[in-house]
């Protein structure tokens, strides 16, 4: 019987991390598949640091980030190159993941080649056009122009299950960034030293890089983050600073040279997992860090007003606090002061998936195509 030839199609920071297990699996079962994979580069630097953490060397790399790029020429882009892809690799199919420009152009342009697509992280949804935004449409694009959904939990499934997407093509698989989380976790201890983190101060990570919160919502975290530490001197706050210029230049303008809040680069992913369980309290307005968190029993404050990832808030260790400075100065204080509070959030909970989710997605590719 031929091998399944698939095209691995990804470009930014999460989607490698959530994708690269997948390739290790695929390429583990060589006697079935011929595994292809095609970086966009919508994100440089972030993207080979995971890269060169999973040893994944791309057949295809279309190297497109741009300083400060917009959403139209990155979206034709995308959708222009991997048109010459599909025509020089000629997959029998293509899978993207989640709900960036790069999985909604690289899913149109494969549809328009009329070859499959599986969608990995299949049926998110705030039901908000513009929450989080151009995300949310990214994913229902992707998710109209796919065969095969890969969802990761109940909600995700009923959410495709709304969106009218045929039920026989809906598989639960879990969450592959579980399978990347513990892998990482078991297999990459990191360092943390070279932080030069103080461990007799509490840490409080964060995160922040959605469109939605630049401009007054990020300098509102700033003031947050100030007013924090001033007000406890047992605290300090480590933020790797995303390296979208809307992030780097109001975070550097109002938090730079303060001896307790450390910004530092992106960190490669071993470190930023041990700095996760290091960690007393989280704040971001990731959606990766929202599902690994909870893993770890670390409670996080999401600096956004919707999520797409119930799950955990509704298990009470991801709470939902938007971006108003005295709304997160309260919330972090609360779990600063209040140790039945923090306990209750930091309880260890797996809603996301078990570990087994790109063996599932391999499983179900191989029925699927040797039928
Ligand atoms: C993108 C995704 C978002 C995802 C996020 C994860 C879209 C529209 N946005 O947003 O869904 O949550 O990635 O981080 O798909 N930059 C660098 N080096 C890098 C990465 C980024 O310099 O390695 C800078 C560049 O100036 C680039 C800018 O950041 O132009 C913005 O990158 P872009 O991918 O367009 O937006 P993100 O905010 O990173
Ligand atoms: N992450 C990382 N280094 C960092 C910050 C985050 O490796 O300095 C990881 C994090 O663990 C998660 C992913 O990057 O797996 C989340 O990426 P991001 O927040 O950029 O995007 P989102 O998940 O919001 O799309």
Known sequence: M???KVLTVFGTRPEAIKMAPLVKELENAQESFESVVCVTAQHRQMLDQVLN?????????????????????????VLLKMKEVYESCNPDIVLVHGDTTTSMAAALSAFYAKIPVGHV??????????????????????????????APTDTSCENLIKSAIPKEHIYKTGNTVIDALL???????????????????????????RRENFGEPIRNI?????????NNPQIQFVYPVHLNPNVQKPVY?????????????????????TLMKESDII???SGGVQEEAPSLGKPVLVLRTTTERPEAVKHGTVKLVGTDKDVIVKEVQNLLNNPDEYKKMSEAINPYGDG????????????????
């Open 2 to 4: 031929s091998k399944i």
């Open 53 to 77: 953490l999973f040893n994944i060397n791309p057949d295809y790399d279309l190297n497109i980030m741009k300083d400060n790029q917009n959403l139209w020429t990155l979206t034709s882009d």
């Open 121 to 150: 992280e299949a049926g998110l949804r705030t039901f908000d056009k513009y929450y989080p935004f151009p995300e949310e449409i990214n994913r229902v694009f992707a998710d109209a122009v796919c065969t095969y959904h890969f």
């Open 183 to 209: 892998y990482t976790v078991e297999n990459h201890k990191a360092d943390l030293s070279g932080l030069h983190l103080d461990k007799n101060l509490k840490t409080i990570l964060l995160t922040s890089h």
């Open 222 to 230: 700033c003031k947050a983050v100030l007013e924090l530490v001033k």
């Open 253 to 273: 303008e109002l938090l730079d040279g303060h001896p307790r809040i450390h910004l530092i680069e992106p960190l490669e992913y071993a470190p930023f997992a």
């Open 283 to 285: 704040l971001s307005d």
């Open 356 to 371: 087994l989710a790109c063996k599932r997605i391999v499983d179900i590719l191989r029925k699927e195509f040797n039928k």
